[in-house]
């Protein structure tokens, strides 16, 4: 009979078997190691730490002496009912009402400052480690699970930290202090009542457990809403377009409700906790109070005493219970740590080697050498065996079908990546030898999809270069054929631009991008389907800037267009990973292979795209 209510207490107290999770539970980690990992940032505020463990020894005697005070009262005013001892009594009161007050003060003062400093070190910390993991880090985890660990989870672990560790010393010191005065008025009384301390840390023990186990779902559950919410506010036209913000609620929804129960597990679990440790500390009062009764009628105890001593077990109570919640509290807090454990845990693929060294100016002499890649986690090669080179100055262009690779041989050669095999290098050094830095100071790029940031048209222009001057905004926006339509906006180069620059038409945006790659002046310059996205005449329009762009760097195009490649000094078409064709435009053609194929079949689409276009006033200029 008693395993009926035995499995509904424990199906109301778990959360319960995971269902098929959007964000993972983080691996679990002991307290001690929670602590270990995150003491190192306290560095700043550990003399403060110092000067809160002093308010914490001076606050429970004062809290005694107000105690004691209130036995002489008794003892010395009310039962001979003689009012001369209250003139300094009252005094006296005061004082220590006022140092109480003073004290308080102090302490959430210097307490919050503590606190917020190591948040500030720890977030900072862990903000700068995730901008250091390696772009596959990114392509592999959801972004909104990782802003809700950067942003929420970073808070709790200072629970866990401070405050929980500050609480627990001011409890300790309370507990001496009360159990002292206890002791010295009497001992046998103060044995009495410690009695129950032992069931107070074993209910503790278990209900930490499942706390713990409910605070890890509902983390894990915060971490799912906002890779949702980033996922589905972030692709709001697609989401509208497709009318798929019913699927999208209904997963949100899902998560919602799992956090919700996740809550109320927490929730249950404390309310079965609170009256459980009550009864347990009524039941300790109760004996004492028996106890002590029985000595005050044999003469034993005055009343100020008794009075007193149940004053005291009830202050001494207060400190035992709330270090018993705090284990709960400590429970709760890492499920959050774990989670920025795990983030702190991973480290970059790609690492600077040590003694690293200069590039400097680039000439930009750029060379594949028997390149093999996978990406990790796949069993395909995404570039096989490639080789080509690129001198100063020259146009490679990379030719092939969707998914041939092309994209991958310019995260190689931003060094995203490092290949398997073969090497990468630049002027001539292998790129893993170099300043991680300084490999990229040497590469502009013109992406397949333009980044815009929220901010102006001349703060998107100068990310290229965060320290150039207005004159140079202007001048690279001029070259990239971009300085006309800015002009026109509304507040010119001040004009905030939305994020994601969606304010701007798919060809603006693409000569901002132009214009940031000119402004970097880096000797390589990489163009990942720069045209892209444009219609026929626009394409042809951002050619000249282009053209511009590329004047006296080494370029590597990426391009299914074959209009940006036909100037190419190289042309290495790609299939499947594999370098299956290499030469000019001319050589290409009258070989008749893939090359020759691919062009063949842009002429046909060109042709359309020109054919189609009167209606849409896509006309060939
Ligand atoms: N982050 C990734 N993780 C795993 N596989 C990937 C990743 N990125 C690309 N791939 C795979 O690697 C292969 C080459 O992709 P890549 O993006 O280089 O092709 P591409 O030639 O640039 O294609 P497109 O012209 O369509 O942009 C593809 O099979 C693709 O599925």
Redo the contacts with the bound molecule.
Sequence with gaps: MARVPRRVLRRLLSVGEDSDAVVAAAPPVPLSGVFRRFWPYTRGGRRWLVVLLCFSLIGPVLDGAEVWIFKIVVDDVLVPRDLSPFLWIAPAYLGLVIGSGVLGFADDVTSTWVSERFLLALRADVFRHVQSLSL?FF?RRRLGDVLSRVTGDVDAVETFLLSGVANALYYVVEVGVFLGLLFYLQWDLTLLALVIVPLFWSAARHFSRLIKDASRERRRRSGSLSAIAEESLGNVALVQAYNRQGWEERRFERESVGKFRAAMTSARIRAVYGPIVEIIEVTGALAVMALGTWKLAQGQLTLGGLLVFLALISKLYGPLRDLSQLSNTFYAASASAERIIELLDQRPQVVEAAGARRLGRARGDVEFEGVSFR????S?W?LADVSFRAAPGETLALV??????????AKLQLRFYDPDEGTVRIDRTDLRDLRLSEVRDSVAVVL?ETLVFHGTVGENIAYGRPEATEADIVAAARAADAHEFIRLLPEGYDTVVGQHGRTLSGGQRQRLAIARAMIRNAPVLLLD?PITGLDARSGRRIMEPLRRLMAGRTTIV?S?NLLTVRDATRIVV?DH?RVVERGTHEDLLAHGGTYAQLHRLHAVTDHSTFAASPSNGKVRS
């Design positions: 596959g392509e990406y990790p986690g796949t395909r995404a092939g079908a969707s998914g041939a690779g092309k994209s991958t041989v397949q389907e990426i299914h790609l990973g």
